[in-house]
């Protein structure tokens, strides 16, 4: 069930302070998460990513959940309702949200230039085209185009053969983990340490792709607030250590069986290690699953 207390204000923005099932903010809590959507926005499928119709913002572990939340927009309009509905099937619980948005999002068909960038692309997120030029006739060049190319030319050829280009101006964007605080080099980063928000993507700049990748390593160097991070700017630390006991759990249906094992490898959080049972001394691959535990599962 999900509970909404709506206030309506100015030029027709609504506020909603939400409940979403799975437990109870304290009174006066402050929002873990704030979405905000624009009386417009465009679609390229009749599902979106909450986090490409929108802003999305708030800590890391909620806000990365609501951002890839699926919303319905086969009818042309996103409500409150439908977010909270999105929200819930993300499994975004027990928390205060804070929703700006119209009562009724109007939704519509991207122009046409964006829509072959995204084509080419297989962007999901943020798009903002600028075209300059007129094309006719066939594209014929580029075959795909690359997430943050700012410059992009598209050439068509015409049935007669005569050939032009349009040149276009591209602003890439999506939800990123950013800091939620100055922080400084060898900090262990911590789930109050980030923030999700949405930022324009630089050319030369890879981003972490979830939370889990970033949660327990450590920063290689300063970080202002809301600067985002990227892969080069933490290091990740082996929750199994090469040498080291752990504990062993194999879990086949519903048999589960614990033991102690030897990581004859470091082994990093989701990813797979070798390691030595002691009591049968057979060496098996696991996945690490927590700090000094691997998990084995089938056979």
């Given at each position: 069930?999900?509970?909404?207390?709506?206030?309506?204000?100015?030029?027709?923005?609504?506020?909603?302070?939400?409940?979403?099932?799975?437990?109870?903010?304290?009174?006066?809590?402050?929002?873990?998460?704030?979405?905000?959507?624009?009386?417009?926005?465009?679609?390229?499928?009749?599902?979106?990513?909450?986090?490409?119709?929108?802003?999305?913002?708030?800590?890391?572990?909620?806000?990365?959940?609501?951002?890839?939340?699926?919303?319905?927009?086969?009818?042309?309009?996103?409500?409150?309702?439908?977010?909270?509905?999105?929200?819930?099937?993300?499994?975004?619980?027990?928390?205060?949200?804070?929703?700006?948005?119209?009562?009724?999002?109007?939704?519509?068909?991207?122009?046409?230039?964006?829509?072959?960038?995204?084509?080419?692309?297989?962007?999901?997120?943020?798009?903002?085209?600028?075209?300059?030029?007129?094309?006719?006739?066939?594209?014929?060049?580029?075959?795909?185009?690359?997430?943050?190319?700012?410059?992009?030319?598209?050439?068509?050829?015409?049935?007669?053969?005569?050939?032009?280009?349009?040149?276009?101006?591209?602003?890439?964007?999506?939800?990123?983990?950013?800091?939620?605080?100055?922080?400084?080099?060898?900090?262990?980063?911590?789930?109050?340490?980030?923030?999700?928000?949405?930022?324009?993507?630089?050319?030369?700049?890879?981003?972490?792709?979830?939370?889990?990748?970033?949660?327990?390593?450590?920063?290689?160097?300063?970080?202002?607030?809301?600067?985002?991070?990227?892969?080069?700017?933490?290091?990740?630390?082996?929750?199994?250590?090469?040498?080291?006991?752990?504990?062993?759990?194999?879990?086949?249906?519903?048999?589960?069986?614990?033991?102690?094992?030897?990581?004859?490898?470091?082994?990093?959080?989701?990813?797979?290690?070798k390691v030595r049972n002691e009591r049968t001394k057979k060496v098996i691959v696991?996945?690490?699953?927590?700090?000094?535990?691997?998990?084995?599962?089938?056979?």
């Amino acid at each position: 069930m999900i509970k909404a207390l709506r206030i309506f204000g100015l030029i027709g923005m609504a506020i909603a302070l939400s409940l979403i099932a799975g437990g109870s903010p304290s009174c006066g809590e402050e929002p873990l998460l704030s979405i905000e959507l624009q009386p417009e926005t465009s679609v390229y499928d009749v599902r979106m990513p909450l986090g490409a119709l929108g802003r999305v913002q708030g800590r890391v572990d909620v806000a990365y959940r609501a951002s890839h939340a699926m919303v319905d927009v086969s009818d042309g309009i996103v409500t409150i309702d439908d977010v909270l509905e999105s929200l819930q099937g993300a499994g975004v619980g027990g928390i205060a949200v804070k929703i700006a948005m119209p009562e009724v999002v109007r939704c519509r068909e991207e122009d046409k230039w964006t829509s072959i960038v995204r084509r080419l692309s297989g962007w999901r997120w943020g798009l903002e085209v600028e075209a300059s030029g007129k094309g006719a006739g066939k594209l014929v060049a580029p075959s795909s185009i690359s997430p943050a190319d700012e410059r992009v030319a598209l050439r068509f050829e015409g049935p007669a053969g005569d050939r032009s280009v349009v040149y276009l101006k591209v602003r890439w964007s999506q939800p990123i983990i950013v800091a939620a605080h100055d922080l400084k080099r060898g900090t262990i980063i911590a789930l109050e340490d980030l923030l999700v928000d949405v930022v324009a993507l630089s050319r030369n700049c890879r981003y972490p792709s979830s939370p889990d990748e970033v949660l327990g390593s450590t920063l290689n160097r300063d970080l202002k607030r809301a600067e985002a991070l990227t892969v080069d700017d933490f290091k990740r630390l082996p929750l199994v250590e090469r040498g080291t006991i752990v504990r062993l759990v194999y879990k086949a249906g519903g048999l589960v069986v614990e033991t102690v094992g030897k990581a004859l490898e470091d082994g990093f959080k989701g990813e797979g290690v070798k390691v030595r049972n002691e009591r049968t001394k057979k060496v098996i691959v696991g996945i690490v699953a927590g700090d000094g535990f691997v998990l084995v599962e089938g056979g």
